[in-house]
C-alpha cells in the first residue's frame, strides 16, 4: 500500500509550530527534524578566550585564581567558585564579568563586543557543551601579533607618573617610552625612548639624577632601565622578572631598588652595581605596587592575593602580612613618619596599619570610593592621604582621622596613575586615554590638563 501522500503546505506548517510530525511519514525525501546545536566550545568559545583573556587567565599567572586555557580549568573555575553554571549564564561569573554586571569588568583592557558576549551566552544556555572528539582544548597557541603603525597620532594609558624630588620634572609612562614633562605647563621637555610595550613603573632617585622604569611585555619577561636624567642615558637594564613590572621604588639613600611584578616576585637590586640581590617570594598573585620605608629597612608590596606583605631589607625575610582586604590590593605606601601603612584596592576601602620592627596592626579604615581604589599616595609632610578611584575621583583625606577633606571632579580617563609634588601644591593624575590631569593638593580643584601623544604617525 503506497504511502499517504504529504500535502505540500504541511513542511512549512511544521516549520512554523515546531510539532515533530515529519517523521510519522514514510517519504524518502523528507528525514526527521534535527535539534540545531549550540555554539561550540572549539569553533565559537575558545577563540575568543584565546584572544581576549589567556593573557592574564593562564596556568603561569592565575588572575582570581581562574584559567581559561582548557576547558576543564575553565568549568573548574577561581578563588570565586565556578565561573561557568551550564544552561544559566545569568548565574555565570563569565557571562556576568564580561558584561559589567560584576566589576571589574573584564577584560579589564579591552570590552568583548556584543556579538561575542552573545556566544557565551548561548554557549552556556545550551549546556557549555566540551570539545567533540578530535577539536582542540587548549587556548594556548600563541597568535603571531603583526606590528601595525598607526596612521594617526595615539595616546596610550597613562599608567606611570613620577615627581622629580625638586619638583621641577615630571616623567609620565607612554606606550615604548618615557615623556619628561614641565609640572608648570605640562610642556614635553624630552623623551626617552626604547622601551618594551606600555611603560607601568617610574621612579625618580632620592638626588633626582636617576630614573627607573619598569614594564616588559605581559606573560614573557619584565623590563627595567635606570636612566641618567641629565643625559637621558641608559645606565642599566636589569633583567629577571618573568613578566611585566608593575612598581619601582629607591631608599632613602638611592643605592637600592625594589621592583614589583606580575610573575608574583618582588626584588631588590644593587642600584650602583646593577645586580639582583635579593627575590621576595611569598606572595601568591601578581604584585602591583612596592614602597621602601623612610629608613630604607623595609619594604611593603601590595598583591593580587588580597594582601600586602613587610619585609625586612637586609634579611629578606617577612616581617608581617596585612590582611584584611576583600580582593585585590593595587596599592601599599608608607606614611613620610615610617610608622604606619596605607593600602587600598579593589574593595573601594583604605586601611591604615600600623608599622614597626614587630609587626603590624590594623588601625583604621575607611570606605574611599564607590568602585576599586587604583592608586593611593602621602603629601610630603605626611599629613594629607591621597586616594584616586576606579570611579575616576581624587580624594584627600586627614591622616590622622581619616576625614574627608577634599574630592575632585571626575576626571574624563579612568584614573590610571597618581603622584604628589614635594612641595605639596600639586596632584597628578594620569588616565587611561593619555590624559594628565593637575590638580591643586590642597583642594582637588583641577588646574589644567594635557593629553599626551606616545605614538606618532607613520608618514
Known amino acids: ?60 599567572i592565575k588572575a582570581g585564581g581562574l584559567v581559561v586555557e582548557t576547558y576543564e580549568a575553565l568549568i573548574r573555575g577561581g ?12 548565574q555565570s561569573r563569565l557571562a556576568l ?20 558576549i552573545a556566544v557565551i551566552r ?51 609612562g607612554g606606550f615604548e617610552q618615557v615623556l619628561l614633562l614641565d609640572p608648570k605647563d605640562g610642556r614635553v621637555k624630552a623623551t626617552l625612548p626604547g622601551a618594551a610595550g606600555i ?22 619577561s619584565g623590563e627595567i632601565k635606570l636612566w641618567d636624567v641629565p643625559g637621558a642615558k641608559t645606565r642599566h637594564a636589569l633583567q629577571g622578572h618573568r613578566d611585566s613590572v608593575y612598581s619601582v ?19 631588590i637590586w644593587d642600584v650602583v652595581a646593577g645586580k639582583e640581590l635579593k627575590t621576595l617570594k611569598e606572595h601568591n598573585g601578581p604584585v602591583y605596587s612596592v614602597a621602601f620605608s623612610p629608613d630604607g629597612k623595609r619594604v611593603v608590596s601590595a598583591s593580587g592575593d588580597s594582601t600586602a606583605k613587610i619585609w625586612d631589607v637586609d634579611s629578606g625575610e617577612r616581617v608581617a602580612t596585612l590582611s584584611a582586604a576583600v580582593g585585590e590590593l593595587y596599592a601599599a ?51 594629607t592621604l591621597i586616594s584616586a578611584g576606579a570611579d575616576g575621583i581624587v580624594k584627600l583625606w586627614d591622616s590622622e582621622t581619616l576625614a574627608q577633606l577634599h574630592a575632585s571632579e571626575p576626571q574624563a580617563d579612568a584614573v590610571s596613575s597618581l603622584a ?8 597628578v593624575v594620569g588616565g587611561w586615554g593619555g590624559a594628565v590631569t593637575f590638580l591643586d593638593a590642597r583642594t582637588a580643584r583641577k588646574l589644567f590638563a594635557t593629553r599626551l601623544v606616545s605614538k606618532t604617525a607613520r608618514r
Open 1 to 60: 500500500m503506497p504511502a499517504f501522500p504529504i500535502p505540500k503546505w504541511l513542511p512549512a506548517l511544521v516549520a512554523c509550530i515546531g510539532a515533530p510530525l515529519l517523521p510519522m511519514a514514510a517519504s524518502p525525501g523528507l528525514g526527521p527534524l534535527q535539534s540545531s546545536p549550540g555554539p561550540s566550545f572549539a569553533r565559537d568559545i575558545r577563540p575568543i578566550l584565546e584572544q581576549k583573556c589567556a593573557g592574564c587567565h593562564n596556568v603561569r
Open 79 to 90: 578563588r570565586h567558585g565556578s565561573a561557568i553554571v551550564p544552561r544559566h549564564s545569568d
Open 97 to 116: 564579568m564580561v558584561e559589567g554586571k560584576i566589576e571589574p569588568r573584564m577584560p579589564l583592557q579591552g570590552e568583548l563586543t556584543p556579538d561575542e
Open 122 to 172: 548561548a554557549w552556556i544556555d545550551s549546556g557549555a557543551a566540551p570539545p567533540q572528539e578530535g577539536e582542540p582544548t587548549s587556548t594556548s597557541v600563541s597568535p603571531e601579533i603583526p606590528d601595525i603603525e598607526p596612521r594617526v597620532p595615539t595616546a596610550a594609558p597613562v599608567v606611570a607618573l613620577a615627581i622629580g624630588p625638586l619638583g621641577g620634572l615630571l616623567a609620565a
Open 199 to 220: 611603560v607601568r613603573a617610574l621612579a625618580f632617585s632620592p638626588d633626582g639624577s636617576l630614573l627607573a622604569m619598569g614594564g616588559g611585555n605581559p606573560a614573557e
Open 249 to 267: 621604588a629607591f631608599s632613602h639613600d638611592g643605592r637600592l631598588l625594589a621592583s614589583a611584578s606580575y610573575d608574583r616576585l618582588v626584588k
Open 333 to 383: 605606601v608608607f606614611r613620610p613618619s615610617g610608622d604606619e601603612i596605607a593600602a587600598a584596592g579593589e574593595d573601594g576601602s583604605v586601611r591604615i596599619w600600623s608599622s614597626s620592627a614587630a609587626g603590624a596592626e590594623l588601625r583604621r579604615t575607611v570606605r574611599a570610593h564607590g568602585g576599586p581604589v587604583a592608586r593611593c599616595a602621602y603629601s610630603a609632610d605626611g599629613k
Open 420 to 427: 604628589a609634588s614635594p612641595d605639596g601644591r600639586t596632584i
